[in-house]
DNA sequence: TTTTATGATTTAAACGTTTAAGCATATATT
DNA sequence: AATATATGCTTAAACGTTTAAATCATAAAA
């Protein structure tokens, strides 16, 4: 019905120009000599009018639209959506809003999105990157607009990021399984390039060979984005077969724990004699497996302040050096990893 | 380093005005009568230039920001973080990008989110909506900004609404626990006087009702969201106890589940047998729990897509009458309700 | 009295678009 | 030959702000 009120509307109901009731609204009453009646006719108006200033307006004129662009790879996901709700409070604390899309892990869904959040001119970028995405961030480096990188990065790009150690998380946590006396241990990943999962393999593999155990190429299993649970059901049943049979079972990610558990769940083996389990990541769904999961917990907090505060660091100084951000995992200890 | 490309940059770069170029970027050139060489040109130039064209500067023109606002009480919630990606895709489908914000079921963050999205002009909000928020959303409509709740309404504010017959749900769940032999029902729900959680109350002590079980109030116990798991321990506690022990349990969310679960799990007391159990919602934690869970599901892809189905037609048709989309609950039955 | 501050307010341009209206020039219709 | 129509392009105003610069009083200093 009305329309919404501007600084005209308020400028011509008390005939003024435009101009002073801008200074009063933006406090800069001193600076500019604002009368002090007007100023307050003018502070009145505003008030029974009720002004609220289009942000659309001024992001034109100054630039700046207080808006962070987050990427993710699936809000859904219960990792990411806790990211979220921390980046979202840390972000408004600062005035600022988040748009977020979900990549689902394809390059060509995050070119678009990174499209429209650059169209709508977002002042930064925080992004969980997928794979084969460099070359997509480096563009939007070279453009000049803050990037911070989250839970993943890339060795051949320079940027801001926060995440963990990756290599020594999964070394801690396989070190362990194989310092309780499991010999056959096997790991769940991603079916990724990006170093974030392959240094999570690294660190399987170390730990093994730090352990005395030599690394069968079968016991490293890698299930694609796009049919975990397909992948997940014929490497699990392949695993856990009698001739094969592992000990133990490391997942890098809290979705591939859920969904292996579930096949775990349906074949009988008993957790943990027959098979120890450490996950990555946190889930509710672990504390109701009927052995609670023991798992490397990423702060969550820590990382979606991280990355907030790098943006905003970001934006601020253009030309500052890059800043990683690590932070630390730890192993939560529950009764799936078998006694300690 | 360098600006961003406008439409000037372009004209100026083939010495023609701003006019022509935005005729042929938004392939106007039928209706503008554009010669065919020069607008060759502007479209090769573009390209060459890499035009993006600055939404916020059209947003400005146009009055739309196709944006969509979108309030819950958590986005870490994982009913919410679901419900915010199927709207996130059904939006961009459509062009339309999403905003989010928790209110953490509380009004002053509420009506500070909506303030905040107002002032972004955003073309349309969905809401969860908090306790105590019907005038902030009266206030909406009355700004003629387009506003479809979700999940929750309120009955005296006719708006564009999704969710489920919450009365219905209830009593068809605790009629399922009653018909199967259960005599003392005790419920958990949030502590609100929101509609849809009164309406699930209802639904429970109707079911009891028409099963010929007395209501008792001890039975019936609210814990609130800001001290949720102290409220729910001394809740169950209670109700656990031998003199009060109840025989069957129904949750009112997902999280009251979860929450509920564990104190359950560290009571010893043996779902189904001494207790059955159905909750709302979904949950990964209710796969594990050692006796899976029975839950009323509501469709997250139905509400998501209705909500942004009736927010693109309001937007587009700002008078027509509101609709309220009723999706379906239905009973998927586990292990923890006992036998059927 | 003239100059110079000082104070109060307005003008104007700008941000990047869109779009109605205007102005030439060429071609077709009387 | 005069007029209408078509074609190709530009001008100008607008969306709601911000802000440097200009204007114009009036008061204090010379």
Redesign the pocket.
């Known amino acids: 019905m009305e329309?919404?009120?501007?600084?005209?509307?308020i400028?011509t109901h008390l005939?003024?120009?435009?101009?002073?009731?801008?200074?009063v609204?933006?406090n800069?009453e001193k600076?500019?000599?604002?009368?002090?009646?007007?100023?307050e006719k003018i502070r009145k108006t505003a008030i029974e009018l009720n002004?609220?200033?289009?942000l659309?307006?001024?992001s034109?004129?100054?630039?700046k639209t207080n808006t962070i662009g987050l990427i993710v790879a699936d809000i859904s996901n219960p990792f990411f959506s806790g990211i979220a709700r921390i980046i979202e409070d840390e972000a408004r604390k600062h005035g600022y809003v988040v748009i977020f899309g979900s990549s689902d892990e394809s390059a060509e869904k995050s070119q678009d999105l990174m499209n429209v959040f650059l169209n709508r001119q977002v002042d930064a970028f925080i992004i969980a990157p997928a794979e084969h995405t460099e070359s997509q961030v480096k563009a939007l480096q070279k453009s000049n607009i803050p990037v911070v990188l989250i839970d993943r990065y890339f060795p051949s790009v320079k940027a801001d990021c926060v995440h963990i150690n990756n290599f020594q998380a999964a070394y801690q946590a396989v070190d362990h399984l194989a310092k309780n006396g499991r010999t056959k241990i096997a790991m769940m990943a991603y079916q990724t390039t990006l170093p974030h999962m392959q240094e999570r393999m690294d660190g399987y593999k170390a730990a093994l060979r730090d352990n005395g155990i030599r690394f069968r190429k079968s016991w490293l299993r890698q299930a694609a984005y796009q049919h975990i649970t397909k992948d997940i059901v014929a490497a699990m049943k392949e695993l856990l077969e009698p001739e094969l049979q592992v000990d133990a079972f490391f997942f890098a990610t809290n979705t591939l724990a859920v969904e292996s558990l579930k096949v775990i769940n349906r074949s009988g083996i008993k957790v943990p004699d027959e098979l120890a389990i450490i996950s990555f990541d946190e889930n509710d769904a672990f504390d109701f497996f009927y052995s609670p999961v023991s798992y490397m917990s990423q702060s969550i907090e820590e990382l979606g302040k991280g990355a907030v505060q790098l943006a905003l660091d970001r934006i601020r100084h253009p030309r500052k050096k890059n800043t990683s951000i690590v932070v630390e995992a730890k192993l939560v200890l529950r009764e799936s990893s078998g006694r300690r």
Chains 1, 2 share one sequence.
Do not use: H, W
């Open positions: 329309k919404k009120v501007s600084l005209k509307d400028a005939g003024v120009s435009i101009t002073l009731v801008s200074y609204i933006n800069k600076e500019a000599r604002v009368g002090p009646e007007i100023a002004y609220q200033p289009n659309i307006a001024k034109l004129k100054s630039g």
